[in-house]
Nanobody, 122 residues
Framework: QVLLVESGGGSVQAGGSLRLSCAASGYSYKSPCMGWFRQAPGKEREGLAAIDEFGSTLYADSVKDRFTISQDRTKNTLYLQMNGLKPEDTAIYFC????????????????WGQGTEVTVSS
């Protein structure tokens, strides 16, 4: 059973930082790709960043200068370092897993975590 568990969300003031973690277990993909997504109230799910098995990364323009995705494959853990947070970053943040091919298209990801909430106040 594939399990993705996010942590690290919380409340922060604008300009602050948070680091999200996603612990993954139970998968056996040959070419895993993991991504971070978010969904704000009343908005569609948005792809933020993805990383493949080789460490290649992909970012959405909205976060590429502020967020950094990384992974520790020895711990099967995915991270998202978020700096310079803005009120518009307020959302539920999800990690997700797919096989083959790095992308920010949510529909291509098969497994999803339950999400962790991030609130940024002005």
């Amino acid at each position: 059973q594939v399990l993705l568990v996010e942590s690290g969300g919380g409340s922060v003031q604008a300009g602050g930082s948070l680091r999200l973690s996603c612990a993954a277990s139970g998968y056996s993909y040959k070419s895993p790709c993991m991504g971070w997504f978010r969904q704000a109230p009343g908005k569609e799910r948005e792809g933020l960043a993805a990383i493949d098995e080789f460490g290649s990364t992909l970012y959405a323009d909205s976060v590429k200068d502020r967020f950094t995705i990384s992974q520790d494959r020895t711990k099967n853990t995915l991270y998202l370092q978020m700096n310079g947070l803005k009120p518009e970053d307020t959302a539920i943040y999800f990690c997700a897993l797919k096989n083959f091919g790095i992308t920010l298209v949510a529909e291509t990801y098969r497994y999803w975590g339950q999400g962790t909430e991030v609130t940024v106040s002005s």
